[in-house]
């Protein structure tokens, strides 16, 4: 029996090179209930938390355990402490949160006059952020992957500026590193444009993306004059995720 007042800090194993030092707690019975289970425990709600701690020397850390601090929530974290970069929450319900995986949101607030209406194509800019997890948006209108990985976008635009004029086609396209993909195709926008000349347009897709590619929004219309603006509606986007 060790008293409360004692320390423990033992190292178990030998530093020899090609040997793997191996803790292992075996319950030999092979009877029904016959378990074998390493418990850490802390002294009460006011104490620190139970925590396992897995380090390279000098490199990385990363710990698991339950956060005594924050509602007895159960955490992984990149840091050799809980609630410090935490990566993994789950709560006491069972609900689960990735506070670091790659998400961001911003919307549309500067208007962008007269940027296509001749076939011109245009990127559009969402400079409002709204959150970005990775800190992996530029805050104007591109997503840089921060890993290799599958991920999904979404955005809308309101272009206005439409006229009775026949136009040609209006597209919205989604332009990554590794593919282009066409979110809406208006053959004839002339026919869609309500009373004030807008027409909004919204959509999303999935899309692989590598370590350092990118991904940004253009829109564009085709008559013979440049007159079509993005116009800020408050209704507009630009956001996307890693699913996977």
Known sequence: MVSANNAINNSI???????????????????SSSSARKTITVGGSSSGDPSLNFNINGVTDFTLGIDNSDSDNFKISDS???GTSDSFVM???????LPLQPA????HSVQQTNVTGNVTAASVNYTNVIFD??????????????????????????????????WSNTSFILFTSNRVIRLIL???????????????LASGAFTDMDLGDTVYMQGFAGTSTKTISF??????????ALIC
């Open 13 to 31: 194993g030998a530093t020899i090179s090609g040997v793997t030092n191996t803790l292992t707690i075996t319950n030999p019975s092979n009877t």
């Open 80 to 82: 050799s402490s809980l």
């Open 91 to 97: 709560t006491t319900s069972g609900i689960r949160n």
């Open 104 to 107: 961001f949101l911003a919307s």
């Open 133 to 166: 997890q990775s800190s992996s948006y530029d805050g104007l209108n591109l997503y840089t992957a921060p890993i290799t990985g599958n991920y999904f976008f979404s955005a809308g635009v309101t272009m206005g500026g439409f006229t009775s004029t026949a």
């Open 186 to 200: 208006l053959q004839s926008p002339g026919k869609c444009f309500n009373a004030s000349g807008r027409v909004g």
């Open 231 to 240: 116009v800020v509606t408050g209704l507009d986007y630009f956001g996307g």
